[in-house]
């Protein structure tokens, strides 16, 4: 009688493994490109940084009723 061969001798378990692992590779791919490539950029505008949050900077509000460009100073001539 034949022995069973050893689970890591078969093909499904490294086929089924197949998928998580490469997740697992370009998820430690894209954490090194973030760290490397964008970690020391300048905050732009309309955002405020506290700690490690950067948070959207709330723009002026228009007051009710008026359309957006009446709220605006007129320009200099």
Do not use: N
Not at 16 to 29: K, T
Request: aromatic share 8%.
């Amino acid at each position: 009688m034949d022995q069973p061969r050893p689970w890591w001798r078969e093909p499904w378990p490294w086929i089924l493994l197949a998928g998580p692992l490469a997740a697992l590779a370009a998820c430690a791919v894209t954490i090194y490109l973030a760290v490397t490539q964008f970690g020391g950029q300048d905050i732009t505008e309309g955002a405020r940084k506290r700690g490690l949050v950067v948070e959207p900077v709330a723009a002026p509000r228009q007051p009710a009723g008026q359309p957006a460009d009446a709220a605006a100073p007129p320009a200099a001539r």
